[in-house]
């Protein structure tokens, strides 16, 4: 089956309306956070779709551990579990909404091979973690800060492009992002949007 034909598979339970919780109050400032949960919608190629594009929307959270791995979990609107995703340094794994476990030796071959994007599960920390508005430095491998939070630089070079649209408390609040970064045809992107709900 061709990668971007599983990827719309696997999102089709997400294909409804977000639903919406209520949010909670950001970690302080001089407390960094480990775990964010959110909604997000999606919008990526698809020749068969309507339009040539595919859409999707769901839930999400993201946990930074103390060993430096990250836990990724994506479910339905209504709560449902679809997948599970940890990358840390002895490499990733994804368990599917069947329960099948697909593993590689980084998240970004894994989720490469699953859907035909790389995707920095490690990164999504520091980029959620965000302090400001403005763009988000992609411009190195790992979750490695430079400069002030604001300046995360984290993820394959020059792949992404993380946008803070809107951040209250001084914390992140919506995040816009887009891959790869050097498509000029918005047709031929995918797009995200990460609205978060807590951050603790």
Not at 3 to 14: D, E, G, I, N, Y
Not at 28 to 54: I, K, N, T, V
Not at 131 to 158: K, Y
Request: net charge positive; charged share 25%; proline share 8%.
């Amino acid at each position: 089956m061709d990668r971007r034909a599983s990827l719309s598979l696997a999102l089709l339970p997400f294909i409804a309306a977000c639903a919406v919780s209520p949010t909670a109050p950001p970690a302080p400032l001089d407390q960094e956070p480990m775990r964010w949960s959110g909604r997000f919608s999606a919008s990526y190629p698809e020749p068969q779709a309507e339009g040539g594009r595919g859409r999707a929307s769901g839930r999400f959270s993201v946990e930074r551990r103390a060993d430096g791995s990250v836990v990724l979990e994506l479910a339905s609107p209504i709560g449902q579990l679809i997948a599970r995703a940890r990358a840390g340094r002895d490499g990733a794994e994804l368990q599917d909404s069947r329960g099948k476990v697909h593993r590689a030796i980084d998240d970004e071959s894994l989720t490469e091979a699953l859907f035909g994007w790389r995707i920095p599960v490690r990164a999504l920390p520091d980029w959620l973690g965000a302090q400001t508005t403005g763009e988000i430095s992609t411009g190195s491998r790992g979750p490695a800060r430079t400069g002030s939070p604001s300046n995360s630089a984290a993820g394959p070079a020059g792949q992404w492009v993380v946008q803070v649209v809107r951040a209250d408390a001084g914390r992140a609040r919506v995040l816009e992002l887009a891959f790869p970064a050097g498509e000029a045809d918005p047709a031929r992107r995918l797009s995200l949007r990460l609205v978060i709900d807590a951050a603790s």
